[in-house]
């Protein structure tokens, strides 16, 4: 019973930690040629049209799901940084 309550808010708080990371983390690593939907203008991937879509202006725009794994994956690199760092001192 306690899983079936705790799995949707761990799922779901990943889900926004990701994005979140992402929405920063993307835009940084790609010096700004790459946005997380929604960007300023509102423009949204849409879906079966892939995961990122390029605008008239040349700026990529990549899906929030995307997102939420490179910023999902951002962690997992940090964490092992960290995990190598302490552990082969």
């Not at 761990?10 to 930690?17: F, H, N, P, T």
């Not at 983390?25 to 790609?30: C, E, I, K, R, S």
Request: charge should be negative.
């Amino acid at each position: 019973m306690l899983e079936a309550i705790l799995q949707p808010v761990i799922e779901v708080a990943l889900q926004l930690a990701g994005y979140l990371t992402g929405y920063v983390v993307v835009p940084a690593f790609t010096l700004g040629s790459v946005l997380v939907e929604p960007d300023r203008k509102k423009e949204v991937v849409m879906p079966l049209g892939g995961r990122v879509r390029r605008r008239k202006d040349g700026v990529y725009i990549m899906d929030a799901e995307l997102a939420s794994l490179c910023g999902l994956a951002f962690w997992l690199v940090v964490g092992a940084c960290v995990y190598g760092y302490y552990h082969f001192d």
